[in-house]
């Protein structure tokens, strides 16, 4: 299958501060997903973007599915930002309908 | 819309024990699918639907079982609980199984003793 991989594994950032996340995969993809899971574990949809760039409020992210990567933008980062970022990735050859996810970015934002 | 509901959010069971967790959606979405959540492991899809009346196995599906009799319901059923199937478990949906958005249940936690 698709190997996802994301970077950085951990972030701590204050208040305010700016971050980047990086989703690398390994294949051709044609679904690509942003998920944040908040302490109580829920995943909450923040994009969905085979290609292109879409912004939300104070996220963004941009695919180039070309290079075969993602970006998730976080700008004036909040505590209620901390959490699990995840990429998740749908195989253009599978018939399963699976997402394949990488491994999470742990981000946590104090005041 | 309600989107996609689970029951229960937490259950502990002991080892042998059979229990459903119940998944529905509300958006009449054809593709269901359940994963199960570990750490260090990812996400892991366990079994998929693509339709009413169809499922098949997903990556890790032995020890669950699945049934699809309506577009809205997608239950997964535990036959004889282990403790490796300790893990939180996620349902979710879809428009089809050819790449569009897919969203998650809250999910449930379960512990087998």
């Known amino acids: 299958g698709i190997q996802v991989e994301q970077s950085p594994p951990d972030l701590i950032l204050q208040e305010g501060a700016n971050s980047t996340l990086r989703c690398n995969f390994s294949?051709?993809?044609?679904?690509l997903q942003w998920f944040h899971q908040n302490p109580w574990g829920q995943l909450i949809n923040l994009f969905y973007?085979?290609?292109g760039t879409k912004q939300n409020g104070r996220l963004s992210a941009t695919t180039v599915a070309t290079e075969r990567y993602s970006l998730l933008y976080i700008s004036s980062s909040q505590t209620t930002d901390s959490g699990v970022y995840f990429c998740?990735?749908?195989?253009?050859?599978?018939?399963?309908?699976?997402?394949?996810f990488g491994r999470g970015t742990q981000l946590t934002v104090w005041p | 819309n309600a989107g996609v509901t689970q029951t229960p959010k937490f259950q502990v069971l002991k080892t042998g024990q059979s229990m459903t967790l119940q998944c529905a959606q509300d958006?009449?979405?054809?593709?269901m699918s359940w994963y199960r959540q570990d750490p260090g492991m990812g996400l892991r899809l366990i079994h998929y639907?693509?339709?009413?009346?169809?499922?098949d196995q997903g990556e890790v599906p032995n020890g669950y079982n699945v049934s699809r009799s309506t577009t809205e319901d997608f239950p997964l059923r535990l036959l004889s609980a282990a403790p490796s199937q300790t893990s939180v478990y996620f349902c979710?949906?879809?428009?089809?199984?050819?790449?569009?958005?897919?969203?998650f249940g809250p999910g449930t936690r379960l512990t087998v003793l």
């Open positions: 973007i085979p290609s």
């Open positions: 998740a990735v749908y195989d253009r050859g599978s018939t399963l309908g699976r997402l394949y």
């Open positions: 958006m009449n979405h054809e593709y």
């Open positions: 979710a949906s879809s428009s089809d199984f050819r790449g569009n958005e897919q969203f």
């Open positions: 294949d051709s993809v044609n679904n």
């Open positions: 639907s693509v339709g009413a009346g169809i499922t």
